[in-house]
């Protein structure tokens, strides 16, 4: 649509020998690219996304200090911060929170292996459409694709990375704190499996930020076949 505005307005400026020149040297459209092209670009964009935006939270703080991925509390566990916290623990309550987001960078650094194989080994089966879909539309067939998979293999790696960080030596400190208080009921949640769900979706979150960052940024598409592809969704 922007092509065509612009093409009319030039067309209303110029004399008819003028108008013959200027439509002799247009563009013959956009290039026709095929569905594997198209695929190829959309790999190429979510690798792109792993490597600017997933790497971030392999960082100390990568997911603790981000807002759009920072692991809460399950909904379990929140009264067992509110109980710690009224009996005057809330440095414990404060380092059971920290150890989850710890676990989890660590795991991401150790899996990011994991998402890369995915992308690269990924099918689409109609690109194009994704291609002129929603601005997240990669990632969500990425995350459709691959969630289960990745959730077997990535489970492994947090219930390593708790033992590695100490964060299973912490929540279990913090749950015998809060069974030990009088007239609560015991708690004895899975965070292994919550902070591998979390851990997931936070990746996913990191690989839509690039997705929409090449979509409606062109400085962000940083090669020829991220320009091509994407120039057809303009």
Do not use: H
């Not at 198209?38 to 790999?43: A, F, K, P, S, T």
């Not at 379990?76 to 920290?98: M, N, P, T, Y």
């Amino acid at each position: 649509m922007k092509r065509f505005s612009l093409l009319v307005l030039t067309l209303i400026t110029f004399s008819c020998g003028e108008l013959q020149q200027v439509v002799n040297s247009l563009p013959n459209g956009l290039p026709q690219l095929s569905e594997q092209e198209i695929g190829n670009g959309l790999r190429e964009a979510l690798d792109q996304g792993i490597e600017k935006q997933v790497s971030k939270l392999t960082a100390k703080d990568g997911f603790y200090k981000n807002e759009l991925v920072k692991i809460l509390l399950p909904e379990e566990l929140r009264k067992v911060d509110k109980a710690l916290r009224d009996i005057g623990l809330s440095s414990l309550a404060d380092e059971g929170l920290k150890a989850l987001n710890r676990a989890a960078e660590d795991a991401v650094k150790q899996a990011t292996p994991i998402f890369v194989a995915a992308v690269k080994d990924i099918s689409f089966a109609d690109a194009k459409n994704i291609l002129l879909g929603a601005d997240n539309a990669a990632t969500t067939y990425l995350q459709n694709r691959t969630q289960t998979a990745l959730y077997n293999k990535f489970n492994p790696v947090i219930n390593d990375s708790f033992s590695r960080v100490g964060a299973d030596a912490i929540w279990e400190q913090l749950i015998n704190k809060y069974n030990s208080i009088p007239l609560v009921n015991d708690v004895n949640p899975d965070l292994t499996d919550y902070v591998t769900n979390e851990a997931l979706k936070g990746v996913y979150t990191m690989i839509a930020v690039e997705e929409q960052e090449i979509r409606n940024k062109i400085g962000a598409r940083t090669t020829d076949l991220l320009r091509r592809v994407f120039a057809l969704q303009d």
